[in-house]
């Protein structure tokens, strides 16, 4: 079984930044892909950032210049670096890791809170 636990959530002034980090307990293994996705309040959840078992990105449109998805050579966490916060990035940021092969399978952490004040 894959635990995810995200930290790196708070509040920020627009146009700051910050970090956040996802720790996988347990073995992900396989070809899988590690992505960050957001729900602000009143919204559907929207993927904002993926990477790849090789390491290749995919972002959002209107995330792509501040947003930058990276993880650790063990494969075993995942960070989300923003920049330049805006208020429209407020919400809750939820880790997801999904298997692809073998054994298919989807996990989700508890998720984390990003507020940015004007």
């Known amino acids: 079984q894959v635990q995810l636990v995200e930290s790196g959530g708070g509040l920020v002034e627009a146009g700051g930044s910050l970090r956040l980090s996802c720790v996988a307990s347990?073995?992900?293994?396989?070809?899988?892909?590690m992505g960050w996705y957001r729900q602000a309040p009143g919204k559907q959840r929207e993927l904002v950032a993926s990477?790849?078992?090789?390491?290749?990105?995919k972002y959002a449109d209107n995330v792509k210049d501040r947003f930058t998805i990276s993880r650790d050579s063990s494969r075993s966490t995942v960070w989300l670096q923003i920049n330049s916060l805006k208020p429209e990035d407020t919400a809750v940021y939820y880790c997801?890791?999904?298997?692809?092969?073998?054994?298919?399978?989807?996990?989700w952490g508890q998720g984390a809170q990003v507020t940015v004040s004007t």
């Open positions: 997801n890791v999904k298997r692809v092969f073998p054994l298919p399978n989807e996990y």
């Open positions: 990477i790849t078992t090789d390491g290749s990105t």
């Open positions: 347990g073995s992900i293994f396989g070809m899988n892909i």
